[in-house]
Protein backbone atom coordinates (compact mmCIF):
# COMPACT_ATOMS: atom_id res chain seq x y z
CA UNK A 1 0.00 0.00 0.00
CA UNK A 2 0.90 3.38 -0.88
CA UNK A 3 1.91 5.83 2.10
CA UNK A 4 3.02 8.90 1.79
CA UNK A 5 3.36 10.61 5.74
CA UNK A 6 4.31 14.35 6.28
CA UNK A 7 5.76 15.86 9.74
CA UNK A 8 7.57 19.10 10.76
CA UNK A 9 4.58 21.73 11.18
CA UNK A 10 4.10 23.95 13.71
CA UNK A 11 3.84 27.32 14.80
CA UNK A 12 6.79 29.48 13.70
CA UNK A 13 6.84 33.37 14.23
CA UNK A 14 6.76 35.56 10.76
CA UNK A 15 11.47 34.88 9.47
CA UNK A 16 11.69 31.87 11.34
CA UNK A 17 12.32 28.89 9.46
CA UNK A 18 10.67 25.27 9.48
CA UNK A 19 11.92 22.00 7.75
CA UNK A 20 9.13 19.40 6.55
CA UNK A 21 9.52 15.62 5.78
CA UNK A 22 7.53 13.23 4.24
CA UNK A 23 8.42 9.74 4.61
CA UNK A 24 7.41 7.30 1.71
CA UNK A 25 6.51 3.29 1.24
CA UNK A 26 4.57 1.11 -0.76
CA UNK A 27 6.65 1.69 -4.23
CA UNK A 28 9.82 2.75 -5.19
CA UNK A 29 11.05 6.52 -4.04
CA UNK A 30 13.67 6.55 -6.55
CA UNK A 31 11.72 5.95 -9.17
CA UNK A 32 9.17 8.61 -8.69
CA UNK A 33 9.26 12.56 -9.21
CA UNK A 34 7.48 14.30 -6.00
CA UNK A 35 5.69 17.43 -5.14
CA UNK A 36 4.66 19.95 -2.45
CA UNK A 37 1.47 21.46 -2.46
CA UNK A 38 -0.44 23.71 0.37
CA UNK A 39 -3.61 24.91 1.06
CA UNK A 40 -4.01 27.98 3.20
CA UNK A 41 -7.50 27.74 5.26
CA UNK A 42 -10.61 28.55 3.34
CA UNK A 43 -8.49 28.41 -0.05
CA UNK A 44 -7.76 25.85 -2.59
CA UNK A 45 -4.56 23.66 -3.42
CA UNK A 46 -1.84 25.28 -4.38
CA UNK A 47 1.35 23.69 -6.05
CA UNK A 48 4.45 24.81 -4.95
CA UNK A 49 7.10 22.39 -5.73
CA UNK A 50 8.50 19.52 -7.49
CA UNK A 51 11.79 17.79 -7.34
CA UNK A 52 12.67 15.00 -9.94
CA UNK A 53 13.65 11.63 -9.51
CA UNK A 54 17.95 11.89 -8.35
CA UNK A 55 17.21 15.75 -7.51
CA UNK A 56 18.40 17.06 -11.09
CA UNK A 57 15.44 19.30 -11.66
CA UNK A 58 13.40 21.13 -9.53
CA UNK A 59 10.01 23.92 -9.29
CA UNK A 60 9.05 26.33 -7.39
CA UNK A 61 6.05 28.85 -7.27
CA UNK A 62 6.73 32.39 -7.47
CA UNK A 63 5.14 32.62 -4.01
CA UNK A 64 7.73 30.52 -2.77
CA UNK A 65 10.68 31.11 -4.79
CA UNK A 66 14.31 32.04 -2.78
CA UNK A 67 12.92 31.02 0.51
CA UNK A 68 11.81 27.68 0.06
CA UNK A 69 13.97 24.28 -1.25
CA UNK A 70 12.80 21.01 -2.00
CA UNK A 71 15.13 18.36 -1.77
CA UNK A 72 15.27 14.39 -1.20
CA UNK A 73 17.60 11.18 0.07
CA UNK A 74 16.38 8.64 -2.22
CA UNK A 75 18.10 6.14 0.48
CA UNK A 76 16.04 6.51 2.89
CA UNK A 77 12.60 7.39 0.75
CA UNK A 78 12.18 10.70 2.41
CA UNK A 79 10.93 14.37 0.95
CA UNK A 80 11.75 16.87 2.56
CA UNK A 81 10.79 20.81 2.43
CA UNK A 82 12.87 23.57 3.79
CA UNK A 83 11.06 26.78 4.51
CA UNK A 84 12.77 29.79 5.81
CA UNK A 85 12.02 33.65 5.57
CA UNK A 86 8.50 32.53 6.33
CA UNK A 87 5.24 35.03 6.06
CA UNK A 88 1.91 35.17 7.48
CA UNK A 89 0.59 33.72 4.40
CA UNK A 90 2.22 30.77 4.25
CA UNK A 91 -0.08 29.38 6.85
CA UNK A 92 -1.34 26.41 5.54
CA UNK A 93 -1.49 22.51 5.58
CA UNK A 94 1.44 20.93 3.60
CA UNK A 95 0.89 18.03 1.55
CA UNK A 96 3.42 16.13 -0.27
CA UNK A 97 2.52 13.97 -2.76
CA UNK A 98 3.76 11.65 -5.85
CA UNK A 99 4.28 12.25 -9.33
CA UNK A 100 2.83 10.55 -12.27
CA UNK A 101 4.47 11.21 -16.16
CA UNK A 102 5.52 14.73 -14.77
CA UNK A 103 1.46 15.44 -15.35
CA UNK A 104 -0.47 14.77 -12.39
CA UNK A 105 -0.19 13.96 -8.59
CA UNK A 106 -1.58 10.19 -7.92
CA UNK A 107 -0.85 9.42 -4.32
CA UNK A 108 -0.69 12.52 -1.13
CA UNK A 109 -0.30 12.05 2.17
CA UNK A 110 -2.93 13.45 4.97
CA UNK A 111 -0.74 16.79 5.54
CA UNK A 112 0.81 18.71 8.38
CA UNK A 113 0.15 22.26 9.20
CA UNK A 114 2.30 24.77 9.36
CA UNK A 115 1.07 27.96 11.35
CA UNK A 116 2.89 31.36 10.67
CA UNK A 117 2.34 33.81 13.27
CA UNK A 118 3.76 36.79 15.89
CA UNK B 1 -0.02 31.61 -16.38
CA UNK B 2 -3.00 29.29 -17.35
CA UNK B 3 -5.89 30.03 -15.51
CA UNK B 4 -9.03 27.62 -14.61
CA UNK B 5 -12.61 28.74 -13.64
CA UNK B 6 -14.61 26.82 -11.26
CA UNK B 7 -18.05 27.33 -10.19
CA UNK B 8 -17.89 27.82 -6.01
CA UNK B 9 -20.32 25.02 -5.45
CA UNK B 10 -22.99 22.83 -6.60
CA UNK B 11 -25.74 21.34 -4.72
CA UNK B 12 -26.95 17.99 -5.40
CA UNK B 13 -29.78 15.75 -4.33
CA UNK B 14 -28.55 11.93 -3.23
CA UNK B 15 -29.23 10.01 -6.13
CA UNK B 16 -29.29 12.42 -8.56
CA UNK B 17 -26.30 13.67 -11.09
CA UNK B 18 -23.52 16.40 -9.88
CA UNK B 19 -21.57 18.36 -13.11
CA UNK B 20 -18.54 20.77 -12.28
CA UNK B 21 -17.18 22.37 -14.99
CA UNK B 22 -13.55 23.63 -15.15
CA UNK B 23 -12.81 26.19 -17.71
CA UNK B 24 -9.67 27.27 -19.20
CA UNK B 25 -8.08 28.62 -22.86
CA UNK B 26 -8.04 26.28 -25.32
CA UNK B 27 -8.44 23.51 -22.39
CA UNK B 28 -9.28 20.72 -24.75
CA UNK B 29 -5.80 20.58 -25.77
CA UNK B 30 -4.40 20.07 -22.56
CA UNK B 31 -5.00 17.08 -20.06
CA UNK B 32 -7.03 17.47 -17.20
CA UNK B 33 -7.09 15.41 -13.61
CA UNK B 34 -9.56 16.13 -10.82
CA UNK B 35 -8.65 15.72 -7.01
CA UNK B 36 -11.42 14.90 -4.15
CA UNK B 37 -10.98 16.85 -0.84
CA UNK B 38 -12.47 16.05 2.27
CA UNK B 39 -11.73 17.94 5.56
CA UNK B 40 -8.64 16.16 7.45
CA UNK B 41 -8.08 13.38 4.79
CA UNK B 42 -5.54 13.52 1.83
CA UNK B 43 -6.54 14.19 -1.26
CA UNK B 44 -7.61 11.84 -4.03
CA UNK B 45 -7.10 11.52 -7.53
CA UNK B 46 -10.60 10.87 -9.16
CA UNK B 47 -9.84 11.41 -12.71
CA UNK B 48 -6.65 11.90 -14.72
CA UNK B 49 -6.24 12.14 -17.83
CA UNK B 50 -9.12 13.65 -19.06
CA UNK B 51 -11.53 10.67 -18.31
CA UNK B 52 -9.84 7.89 -16.89
CA UNK B 53 -10.35 6.54 -13.27
CA UNK B 54 -7.94 5.01 -11.04
CA UNK B 55 -8.57 2.16 -9.71
CA UNK B 56 -10.98 2.33 -6.67
CA UNK B 57 -13.07 4.89 -8.29
CA UNK B 58 -16.49 4.08 -9.17
CA UNK B 59 -17.67 4.42 -12.11
CA UNK B 60 -20.50 7.11 -10.96
CA UNK B 61 -17.37 8.89 -11.85
CA UNK B 62 -16.76 10.04 -15.05
CA UNK B 63 -15.57 13.43 -17.14
CA UNK B 64 -14.72 14.88 -20.50
CA UNK B 65 -12.80 17.52 -21.65
CA UNK B 66 -13.34 19.76 -25.16
CA UNK B 67 -12.97 23.45 -26.29
CA UNK B 68 -12.39 25.59 -23.30
CA UNK B 69 -14.21 23.73 -20.48
CA UNK B 70 -13.54 20.46 -18.87
CA UNK B 71 -16.23 18.88 -16.94
CA UNK B 72 -16.30 16.13 -13.97
CA UNK B 73 -19.81 14.32 -14.35
CA UNK B 74 -20.86 12.30 -10.29
CA UNK B 75 -23.95 10.15 -10.90
CA UNK B 76 -26.07 8.46 -8.50
CA UNK B 77 -24.89 10.93 -5.81
CA UNK B 78 -23.94 9.72 -2.29
CA UNK B 79 -23.44 11.53 0.69
CA UNK B 80 -20.33 10.34 0.86
CA UNK B 81 -19.37 12.44 -2.17
CA UNK B 82 -19.85 15.81 -0.46
CA UNK B 83 -16.34 17.48 -0.72
CA UNK B 84 -14.39 19.75 -2.69
CA UNK B 85 -13.34 19.09 -6.44
CA UNK B 86 -10.24 20.61 -8.03
CA UNK B 87 -9.32 20.38 -11.55
CA UNK B 88 -5.67 20.75 -12.54
CA UNK B 89 -3.34 20.96 -15.55
CA UNK B 90 0.02 20.99 -16.39
CA UNK B 91 1.51 24.01 -18.19
CA UNK B 92 4.05 23.73 -20.07
CA UNK B 93 4.24 27.17 -21.33
CA UNK B 94 4.74 28.49 -17.56
CA UNK B 95 7.64 27.64 -14.83
CA UNK B 96 4.07 27.71 -12.65
CA UNK B 97 3.42 24.04 -14.67
CA UNK B 98 0.84 22.68 -12.06
CA UNK B 99 -2.02 24.59 -12.30
CA UNK B 100 -5.13 23.63 -9.81
CA UNK B 101 -8.59 25.50 -10.51
CA UNK B 102 -9.75 27.47 -7.15
CA UNK B 103 -12.23 24.12 -6.68
CA UNK B 104 -15.73 23.49 -6.74
CA UNK B 105 -17.66 22.54 -2.98
CA UNK B 106 -20.33 19.59 -3.40
CA UNK B 107 -22.92 19.86 -1.29
CA UNK B 108 -25.40 16.86 -1.09
Known amino acids: ???????????QRPGGSLRLSCAVSGFNFSDHSMHWVRQAPGKGLEWIS?????????HYADSVKG???????????????QMNSLRVEDTAVY??????????LDYWGQGTLVAVSS | SYVLTQPPSVSVAPGKTATISC???????????WYQLKPGRAPVLVIYYDKDRPSGIPERFS????????????RRVEAGDEADYYCQ?????????????PGTRVTV
Open chain 1, 1 to 11: EVQLVESGGGL
Open chain 1, 50 to 58: FISTRSSVT
Open chain 1, 67 to 81: RFTISRDNAHDSLYL
Open chain 1, 95 to 104: FCARDYGGNF
Open chain 2, 23 to 33: EGNNIGRKSVH
Open chain 2, 63 to 74: ASNSGNTATLTI
Open chain 2, 89 to 101: VWDTSSDQRYVFG
